[in-house]
């Protein structure tokens, strides 16, 4: 590789692997792969729409012009601390308008992103970085008590292709602000961007209890983006509230380059909070949401409560979690306007299916019309299920992954056909709705957040007093789904101690199981696999039993 002086430059830290050009021929044959990047059209809307707000902040609006401004000066910057095209640049970030500079920054200097939710800690952050052979990480000095810069400087003594870790809205020559304003007076660092590249790899947890790298080109990006919002009527200059973390797919896509496809300007949220949402919506005329199922339910009873109808607001997409029908019915009488409705979809596939918002009993009732994608349904041998009976939902669609990071675990998931497995049963109508009714995958779904049950009973087994143990889904009130291990222990041990042997671990807060359940053994099937389907059926029944009223 030749740098623009003509002098030799190194090669990116990471390759990726090829995608099987089978996967790839019927998107390209058919053209339903969009030919520009973000960057294309950040410099188009900086010159035909500078004025118009592109993100909205606490620290206030940032136009289109501004954006391309500072993403160019950042994307010269990264250049000149010598990172090259194809190199990765992750960033834990909470939702600030520096992000959507840094992921736009990276597009016109030819860097693919990882975006790490900010709730990891040590453990998961060594294994992401190390995998994809990040070379440069961006994060807060300190945010909610956590001193990250202190954790990137410990994940970094590990991980040598690791040679810079930024701050943001921090101090010194290493701080976002810092580049952007010495970039502003370096050569332009905009490469041209094949679409069909690798954009974004994206860790999430799977059965196994490793994560994987989910790899994104920016065409299966911008299609999805394209797509959903069109679907969901979104016009130019029109606000969208993005309160999802923009590190998981959904914030990323809908929050930081939702605005750069449809035009549209979102207005981030940097923590939840309904009150300040119902003030958001108003002041911003807000048309739409994608978040998950527990904030939908509060934002409804906020409106109620205040007595606010909100009627600019005409959508709230919401999934993750399952999503009970009386909990779209319930929201949408609290407002004048608002169809809530369910979408199905996962890192690898995002939304497979877009929602119905004109029909609101389909709305409650399915996870909505499948759009974009070739879905089937097939049983444990892969014969195709006709509509209406269960079966595991695979699909293939020019929105899907490109692969992960790991070959192997691509050819398990993709098969020849080039459908994904999605792990997950459902039924198809004849409408075209999709309705999940359950997962094969060992995930627990907490408010949105995927965690791997698996992980959790590596660590716990480590605990001396644990003989045995099983981490299972239990409902949540709130969250839909919280954690609970249920322990064959050696002898008598707290639940405290248990609890903090996972903290110690390194893995994130929300990974420590919420409740522990002391039982004599696992039950098993004749092959000794674990029948976790009992142990949710039991947790359940103990919880139901504690909520009901007392007698009299």
Request: with cysteine; proline share 7%; aromatic share 6%.
């Amino acid at each position: 590789m030749m740098n623009d002086s003509g002098e030799s430059a190194r090669e990116p830290a990471r390759s990726w692997p090829a995608v099987p050009a089978a996967h790839q021929a019927p998107f390209v044959s058919d053209g339903l792969w969009p030919h520009q990047t973000i960057a294309d059209r950040a410099a188009d809307l900086a010159a035909t729409r500078p004025d118009d707000p592109c993100i909205i902040d606490d620290a206030g609006v940032l136009t289109f012009a501004a954006l391309w401004a500072d993403a160019q000066a950042l994307a010269a910057s990264l250049r000149a601390r010598g990172l090259v095209p194809g190199d990765v640049v992750a960033f834990q970030l909470p939702n600030w308008r520096e992000a959507a500079v840094l992921n736009l920054a990276c597009v016109v200097a030819g860097l693919v992103v990882n975006p790490i939710v900010p709730i990891y800690r040590d453990a998961e952050m060594r294994m992401m970085l190390g995998d994809g052979a990040a070379r440069a990480l961006f994060v807060p000095t300190v945010f909610r008590k956590v001193d990250h810069a202190a954790m990137a400087a410990r994940v970094q003594a590990d991980l040598p292709a690791l040679t810079h870790v930024f701050t943001v809205r921090g101090e010194g020559p290493d701080d976002l602000a810092s580049l952007v304003a010495a970039g502003r007076s370096l050569p332009d660092a905009r490469v041209v961007v094949d679409p069909m590249a690798v954009k974004m790899v994206l860790y999430t947890s799977g059965t196994t209890g490793r994560p994987k790298g989910v790899l994104h080109s920016h065409a299966t990006l911008g299609r999805v983006i394209g797509q959903s919002g069109t679907f969901w009527g979104l016009k130019p200059c029109a606000a969208v509230l993005m309160p999802s973390p923009v590190t998981h797919v959904s914030g990323f896509a809908n929050g930081l380059e939702m605005p750069l496809v449809m035009g549209t300007c979102t207005v981030l949220m940097e923590s939840w909070n309904a009150q300040e949402a119902l003030v958001l919506i108003a002041r911003h005329g807000v048309v739409g949401t994608v978040a998950a199922t527990p904030f939908l339910v509060e934002l409804a009873a906020a409106a109620r409560a205040a007595g606010e109808t909100l009627p600019t607001f005409r959508f709230f997409a919401c999934g993750g979690a399952a999503v009970a029908p009386e909990v779209i019915r319930e929201a949408r009488s609290a407002f004048a306007r608002c169809a809530p409705f369910r979408v199905f979809g996962s890192s690898e596939v995002p939304l497979v299916s877009f929602g119905w918002p004109d029909d609101p009993a389909r709305a409650a009732q399915t996870d909505g019309r499948i759009v974009d994608y070739a879905v089937r349904i097939v049983d444990e041998a892969g014969h195709d299920l006709p509509d209406g009976r269960e079966g595991e939902i695979l699909a293939r669609g020019p929105a899907m992954m490109i692969g992960y990071t790991d070959p192997a675990e691509t050819a398990k998931a993709i098969d020849a056909q080039g459908f994904f497995r999605t792990g997950d049963l459902g039924v198809r109508d004849a409408a075209g709705a999709i309705t999940v009714t359950g997962r094969k995958k060992d995930l627990i779904i907490r408010g949105g957040e995927n965690i791997s049950a698996t992980e959790i009973e590596q660590v716990l087994a480590t605990h001396p007093a644990v003989a045995d143990c099983a981490v299972v889904a239990m409902p949540h009130a709130r969250l839909g789904e919280g954690v609970c291990a249920f322990i064959v222990a050696r002898g008598a041990v707290a639940a405290a101690d248990l609890a903090a042997h996972v903290a110690a671990s390194g893995l994130a807060r929300q990974k420590i199981p919420e409740r522990f359940e002391m039982i004599a053994a696992l039950p098993r099937t004749a092959a000794g696999k674990v029948r976790k389907d009992q142990l949710r059926a039991q947790i359940a029944q103990i919880i139901a039993a504690e909520t009901l009223p007392a007698p009299g």
